[in-house]
């Protein structure tokens, strides 16, 4: 095997050699196709050294290992990334072409893998890439999902959705590890019964048990011979598993056990989904987060003699509370399999786990009922009661008879199991993801465990690689920024703040302006070749991308779109200059309202375009399947980046961040990290609108404000609403807005959105003006690396420190 391919002429060889070995053909003779997984698997060669290497050093040292558990990891293509890291991706060109093959149409050929469905999951895999890149010992585990989430397609402008099959033509970069397997048990009863020593044990039994295998993905870092691991765990059945009743004949059980088991790791389930799948959601989590932890205490157990150091060389991180059942799971394991007591059980299971919240929306904080969690785990249920009775009697002491704050507090209550708050006792450290969202979970949320735990808090603003969503997504404008102040930032991504001097230097501007132009003309390309529809590359684009969510208010800014519609209607210069306005974003299949506002972003496209009084100056453009290759293109083409969630709602968004870095001007409210990103590029780089966070939750508070009210004053915002009477299935807007009161405050924040976006016209009139804001986001834009955000999680919470490999 090879370290590294010295030359063009060495990698045709090795190419050659692969296409026999996996195709039995000669490279002439491969599809497209077959080149790329040809190409990847090369690719994966040059990795393996590395990861043996890797793991060999991290033992050798005994060094203390970070394991983050998400159920989600979105990692997009993974070729270019690779090649990126291991520094090989012009040798691959040069030797591609000599092949007749051109790189960059071979790389759109790779599936995305679509292990996530937004933000928490692309964190997940920014996350992994920054450990890597700063050569932490850090590691991933989640679910081998045969199916992400759906693919979404456009019908008569709504949304359908189709299986993703991303597996279809296989993975290359994972690696099987049948000799790795753990059994996860599930259903049976528990009870506990005398050890004979004067003690308890506890007796779990007619369980019947999963196979669960991993599947590896190497995780490079960026030309640091670190390679990390992603370990995705698959469900199988197997035939002894169902435990009993196999052998008595009942086939029609041994079926339905085979089924359900098949079904562990079929599908990953869109975050706000329904009652449909519920149960097989809590399977999975407690399938990745059992057999995860089962094949690190194994591990551990290589290396260690003693159970009682755990923490001292394991962290674990659960990314949100999905993975929470790692707490009962890790008690469990320490009790029952290593026989250790319950203090000093809970002592290393508080010090090893750290807890990341990312919501304060009450209805995404995840709850099970009991007589499902009980049946289903029956150990672990006994694990949670005997936690929640511990828990409350201490909150009892502490707080006598304050039976409100108990409730508020309690991990059961009301037949339900709390996931957050069991992640909260359970964890030694618990943090928000932007200072604003830490601030409201320690003002409100969880403000009763605040009060207890005030030092568990901290808070850890998200961050984005930027490696991926600038290096790799935006070639020219990185090329620019190494042309200008040399290329250190793509190592300490700080260093774009050696931008900062060049912001009003007019030969840097005009690249700048070039760059972008450039960006914005391969999207409008692309957009005809692959939808067959027509852009003005000269116009504004603005972009908003996100997944559909009524308080991410996609319906203020079409609603907008359309008010514009209606002026020029009136005057045909109303609008100063072209405007593209481009959406995309998927609705959970069960999330009625956020389909319908999809629908009206299909209708307002339409009336737009069939109106040659308007059409010259507004496009609404809906790509259909946003996805994480998506956003590469489209990222880089922004010249304003539309953050407009209801404030206090987004924790903290990561969209805004990446159009930051690629110079789109953000247009936002004050929520999340649009807080930080305004304090750092200031109120001449950005464009700030709307309610304020406290403003917004004293209405609350108060039970609202009346939109009639502002129905009845406001024309505007009268005539905008009979975009409704267009269809009957808008009348659902209609009613949230007016008469449920307009929850998200869309009619509320309206004319200052209007004010907004006449300011952003007028400051894109000043093109210096506009091309000075936009190198200051870029410089600004380093803070948002998620090396940043990962170097303090590993310093503050994780306590463990790079390893040169
Ligand atoms: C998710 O993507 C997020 C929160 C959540 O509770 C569940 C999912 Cl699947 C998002 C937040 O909405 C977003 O503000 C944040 O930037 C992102 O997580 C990463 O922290």
New binding site residues.
């Given amino acids: 095997m090879t370290k590294n391919w010295k030359s063009p002429k060495q990698f045709v060889c090795l190419f050659t050699q692969k296409a026999k070995i996996l195709f039995n053909e000669e490279p002439a003779a491969l599809t497209p196709k077959k080149v790329y997984l040809v190409l990847a698997n090369l690719v994966k060669d040059l990795i393996y050294d590395d990861w043996l290497a890797t793991e060999q050093r991290y033992d050798a040292r005994q060094t203390k290992q970070v394991y983050y558990f998400s159920?989600?990891f979105l990692l997009g293509r993974l070729l270019d990334a690779n090649l990126m890291n291991c520094g090989m991706e012009n040798m691959a060109r040069e030797g591609l072409k000599e092949l007749g093959f051109d790189l960059d149409a071979i790389m759109p050929l790779e599936a995305d893998p679509g292990l996530?469905?937004?933000?928490?999951?692309?964190?997940a895999a920014c996350f992994i890439d920054s450990l890597a890149a700063l050569q932490l010992p850090g590691h991933g585990c989640s679910i081998r999902y045969q199916y992400g989430l759906f693919e979404q397609h456009i019908v008569d402008g709504q949304q359908v959705e189709l299986p993703d099959t991303w597996l279809q033509d296989g993975f290359p970069w994972e690696t099987k590890r049948s000799d790795k397997a753990v059994h996860v048990r599930y259903g049976g009863s528990a009870y506990m019964r005398p050890d004979g020593k004067g003690g308890l044990e506890c007796v779990h039994e007619g369980y019947s048990s999963v196979l669960a295998i991993p599947y590896d993905v190497p995780v490079p870092g960026y030309r640091n011979h670190t390679v990390n691991t992603l370990r995705l765990w698959q469900a199988e059945y197997t035939p002894d598993g169902l435990f009993g009743q196999g052998q008595g004949g009942d086939f029609r059980k041994v079926l339905q056990y085979r089924d359900t088991t098949q079904q562990i790791s079929r599908f990953l389930y869109?975050?706000?989904s329904t009652e449909e799948g519920r149960k097989l959601r809590l399977m999975q989590e407690y399938f990745f987060v059992s057999a995860g932890l089962q094949s690190i205490v194994r591990h551990y157990r290589g290396q260690h003699r003693d159970l009682r150091e755990f923490d001292r060389y394991v962290a674990l991180h659960i990314n949100?509370t999905h993975p929470a059942l790692l707490i009962p799971e890790l008690m469990r394991i320490l009790m029952d399999e290593e026989g250790m007591g319950w203090e000093e059980a809970w002592r290393i299971t508080v010090a090893s786990t750290s807890y990341?919240?990312?919501?304060i929306?009450p209805e995404?904080?995840e709850r099970w009922s009991i007589p499902l969690f009980q049946s289903l785990l029956p150990r672990v249920y006994l694990i949670v009661e005997e936690l929640n009775r511990r828990w409350l009697a201490a909150y009892r002491r502490k707080f006598p008879g304050r039976e409100d704050k108990a409730e508020q507090v309690a991990i059961l209550w009301g037949g339900q199991v709390r996931m957050a708050n069991l992640a909260v006792v359970g964890s030694h450290s618990v943090n928000g993801?932007?200072e604003l969202?830490t601030k409201i979970l320690e003002e409100s949320t969880l403000h009763p465990f605040y009060e207890v735990y005030p030092e568990r808090f901290n808070n850890k603003t998200?961050g984005v690689t930027h490696r991926r969503w600038l290096l790799e997504s935006n070639p020219p404008l990185a090329a620019l920024i190494s042309d200008t102040i040399g290329t250190d930032w793509i190592r300490h991504p700080k260093k774009l703040k050696e931008l900062l001097p060049y912001r009003d230097d007019p030969s840097f501007q005009e690249k700048l302006a070039q760059v972008k132009q450039d960006r914005k003309d391969a999207l409008v390309r692309w957009i005809q070749e692959t939808r067959g529809v027509a852009v003005d590359p000269h116009s504004l684009f603005d972009i908003q991308i996100k997944?559909f969510?009524m308080y991410k208010r996609q319906l203020l800014n079409i609603l907008h779109v359309y008010s514009l519609y209606l002026r020029l209607l009136d005057d045909p210069d109303a609008v100063p200059l072209p405007q593209t306005f481009l959406f995309g974003g998927k609705a959970a299949a069960s999330y009625g309202e956020a389909k319908v506002v999809i629908k009206l972003i299909h209708t307002v496209a339409r009336l737009i375009d069939q109106e040659p009084r308007v059409r010259e100056k507004l496009k609404v453009l809906f790509l259909e399947n946003y996805n994480v290759s998506l956003g590469q293109r489209l990222f880089p083409a922004a010249d304003v980046s539309e953050q407009i969630?209801t404030a206090s709602k987004?924790?903290?968004?990561?969209?805004n961040m990446k159009f930051m870095m690629n110079g789109a001007i953000t247009l936002g409210t004050l929520d999340?990290?649009n807080v930080e990103i305004h304090r750092l590029v200031g109120d001449e780089n950005c464009v700030i609108f709307g309610l304020r966070a406290e403003e917004v939750q004293k209405y609350y508070r108060e039970g609202g404000y009346s939109s009639w009210d502002l129905y009845r004053q406001d024309e505007e915002i009268r005539r905008v609403l009979d975009v409704f009477q267009k269809n009957p299935l808008f009348s659902q807007l209609y009613e949230d807005l007016l008469r449920r009161n307009d929850e998200y405050f869309v009619l509320k924040d309206f004319a200052a959105y209007r004010e907004a976006h006449q300011e952003i016209l007028r400051r894109y009139q000043d093109r210096p003006g506009w091309l000075r804001a936009s190198a200051v986001n870029i410089a600004q834009s380093g803070h948002f690396s998620s090396d940043r955000t990962v170097s303090q999680y590993a310093r503050d919470i994780w306590k463990v420190k790079p390893i040169r490999v």
């Fill in positions: 159920i989600e996530g469905n937004g933000g928490l999951g692309r964190l869109p975050d706000d949100d990341t919240n990312h919501t929306m995404a904080l993801v932007a969202h998200n997944r969510h969630s987004e924790a903290s968004g990561t969209g999340g990290a």
